[in-house]
Nanobody, 120 residues
Framework: QLQLVESGGGLVQAGGSLRLSCAAS????????VGWFRQAPGKEREGLSCISKSDGSTEYRTSVKGRFTISRDNAKNTFYLQMNSLKPEDTAIYYC?????????????WGKGTLVTVSS
């Protein structure tokens, strides 16, 4: 059973940066699409970024494009979300997730989340 654990969340001032990590155990990430999602208080979960299983291409939500970068390190069985130029509206619980086929809201496995708070 694959397990995912996020880390790297915290409190940061607007304009600052954080790097989230998602460490996997129980299986290799090589055969999964990997992605990041977030959910702000009172709002629905939204997809942020994904690395495709088929060709390694990346995609981003418009609101984070140019500020967030997703990457993976298969040797460490970990993937990341580098977040720059953070804004108060980025405050949310951030979740990593993986899927055997592609990134959707119905990913196969999810982490428990890490809180990111951006102060103005």
């Amino acid at each position: 059973q694959l397990q995912l654990v996020e880390s790297g969340g915290g409190l940061v001032q607007a304009g600052g940066s954080l790097r989230l990590s998602c460490a996997a155990s129980g299986d290799s990430l090589d055969s999964y699409a990997v992605g990041w999602f977030r959910q702000a208080p009172g709002k629905e979960r939204e997809g942020l970024s994904c690395i495709s299983k088929s060709d390694g291409s990346t995609e981003y939500r418009t609101s984070v494009k140019g500020r967030f970068t997703i990457s993976r390190d298969n040797a460490k069985n970990t993937f990341y979300l580098q977040m720059n130029s953070l804004k108060p509206e980025d405050t949310a619980i951030y979740y990593c997730a993986v899927d055997h086929v592609r990134c959707t809201f119905g990913m196969d496995y999810w982490g428990k989340g890490t809180l990111v708070t951006v102060s103005s």
